[in-house]
């Protein structure tokens, strides 16, 4: 990927790669806080690679998470959180894998953290924990972040 190109995965994923010191941003809304970040210096040498599922992007750089135009302001942990999800958008994550991703933990522990950080994670970006559109709880087998938002279906 060239500076300031952007490539859409089959997975509903948008990956956009700001190059070093461009100063503009790339992608849809030509979203300004990034042109603002790599214009104050803010750049890494290997390029700038943006996630985008759904109307979340996550930019690992700056660790800023964005839902639509509005940043989010999460903790170091639940970003981790988030982004362990996100980056497999539409595969199921095991509670194994996130403990040892996110937290570091080689064991399994029957502790909530990783329910009580999901929690935070979904209410800071207004993702209903009753019928979630971005997150899914796949009873048994983990966490899975949706590529795209579930069809309502309509009963006649």
């Known amino acids: 990927m060239g ?8 997975y509903g994923v948008t990956e956009t790669s ?27 040498s290997y390029g700038l690679t943006v996630l985008e599922v759904q109307d979340v992007r996550i930019d690992p750089s700056a660790r800023r998470v964005w839902r639509a135009e509005r940043e989010i302001v999460l903790s170091r942990k639940e970003y981790d959180l988030l982004h362990a999800l996100a980056s497999r958008p539409g595969d199921i994550v095991s509670r194994d894998e996130l403990m040892r991703d996110v937290w570091g933990a080689s064991f399994w522990t029957s502790s909530k953290t990783i329910d009580v950080h999901l929690g935070w994670v979904r209410r800071k970006l207004g993702d ?29």
Do not use: C, K, Y
């Open 3 to 10: 500076s300031g190109s952007s490539n859409r995965s089959p």
């Open 128 to 156: 209903d924990s009753r019928r979630p559109m971005l997150i899914s709880t796949i009873r048994g087998r983990g966490l899975r972040f949706e590529t795209a938002a579930p069809v309502a279906s309509v009963e006649v």
């Open 18 to 44: 700001l190059g070093p010191r461009t100063g503009i941003a790339a992608g849809p809304g030509q979203w300004g806080q990034f042109a603002r970040f790599q214009a104050a210096g803010g750049h890494s």
